[in-house]
């Protein structure tokens, strides 16, 4: 089984091709950070025009680098949602014409779905060999921040999200206060590295330990007013600012994921998403999950961010949906994979 995925939800181009077991034998990623950068975040209308242009080139590569045809491709595999309408429209719409063209199978497929079994690639598991079902998934990116617990495939319990700011987007708004470079995130992380954690005593919200949920706007406030109190900041005083507001970021997620974890009675925990890149986040985790003997699933980094692989491999996994629905299948901007919880007040 040969399956082709694109990936277009927001401003990375992916195209990438799978085998049957799951290996990547292609996985081409056109980024359009340069295009955003000097707008200081995603233009909707410049990512859709941009997902256009690279695309067809996209597919042209990754075929050759896994040297195959599309003759030889089983099924397309796409992510319709949750994401930019327009820049989704482009992935669905190639992912369509292929399969009306062609008759070959198609399977439509959620972004942070697609995130959160990324680690069942053949080299998507840091720890070297892929979860047990059940396990706890940390899906953190810069739209999503949410914690599930994975019974199976398509089988998905949301135990909580977070109330306001997703963590990259915390992340991607602080840069920006703290005047660094876009993307927000790998600044931070990159700054973070000369800083002192512990610098600035930011708050870790939502710490009562009745839910699974996050809030990283208070944290976000936390960092401006103490800009404004420090008036003019140095190079040293910035990388304090960036490591200490990472390490109220890290904690609340470590400590959620792990509570999490401890509720269900579930010893596996997969992180996942653009936020797991973080390599405080991955040290963290690490420590944590050593020191409570909980088995650790840390997506390889290269496939953290968005790309096709996770999605075509998802596509693996996944039902194809019959082909004549194929015409009208449609992208969604936003909804949740999995029924939402509310836990009782734990322990
Ligand atoms: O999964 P992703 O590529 O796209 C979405 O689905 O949103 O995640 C992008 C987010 C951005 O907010 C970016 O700043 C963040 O992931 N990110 C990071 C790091 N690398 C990317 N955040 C913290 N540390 C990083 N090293
Ligand atoms: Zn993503």
């Not at 944590?288 to 968005?306: M, N, R, S």
Request: hydrophobic share 45%; charged share 20%; glycine share 10%.
């Amino acid at each position: 089984m040969l399956t082709l995925g694109f990936e277009s939800s927001c401003d990375e181009t992916a195209v990438a091709l799978v085998d049957g077991q799951g290996r990547v034998l292609a996985s081409q990623i056109s980024s359009q950070v340069p295009i955003h950068a000097r707008y200081g975040g995603v233009v909707p209308e410049l990512a859709s025009r941009n997902h256009l242009m690279a695309m067809l080139p996209l597919l042209e590569r990754a075929l050759e680098t896994a040297g195959v045809t599309l003759a030889q491709v089983d099924r397309i595999a796409v992510t319709n949602g949750p994401g930019l309408m327009g820049a989704l429209l482009m992935g669905v719409q190639a992912a369509k014409t292929l399969a009306l063209t062609t008759g070959k199978e198609l399977v439509p497929i959620h972004h942070v779905e697609a995130h959160i079994t990324a680690v069942f690639l053949a080299d998507g598991d840091d720890s070297g060999t892929a979860p047990g079902f059940p396990y706890i998934a940390l899906a953190v990116s810069g739209g999503h921040s949410s914690i599930y617990e994975v019974r199976a495939i398509g089988d998905y319990r949301r135990l909580g999200s977070t109330l306001d700011d997703a963590a990259g987007e915390a992340f991607d708004k602080v840069a920006r206060l703290l005047g660094l470079p876009y993307p927000g995130g790998v600044s931070i992380d990159r700054i973070s590295k000369t800083g002192n954690p512990k610098a600035f005593d930011f708050p870790r919200a939502m710490r009562r330990k009745d839910n699974f949920s996050f809030s990283f706007s208070g944290l976000k406030t936390a960092v401006r007013n103490q800009l404004a109190q420090l008036g003019a900041v140095d190079e040293a005083q910035r990388a304090d600012l960036a490591a200490s507001f990472q390490e109220a970021v890290v904690d609340s997620l470590v400590e959620k994921t792990l509570q999490a974890a401890r509720f269900c009675g579930i010893r596996e925990v997969v992180v996942a998403g653009g936020v797991a890149a973080n390599s405080r986040l991955r040290s963290k985790f690490t420590a944590a999950c050593q020191e409570q003997d909980v088995k650790l699933h840390l997506t390889a980094f290269k496939y953290c961010g968005d790309n096709a692989a996770m999605v075509a491999g998802l596509g693996l996994l996944r039902a194809p949906i019959p082909q004549d629905q194929v015409a009208g299948l449609e992208p969604f901007a936003s909804g949740e994979i999995g029924t939402a919880f509310v836990p009782p007040d734990l322990p």
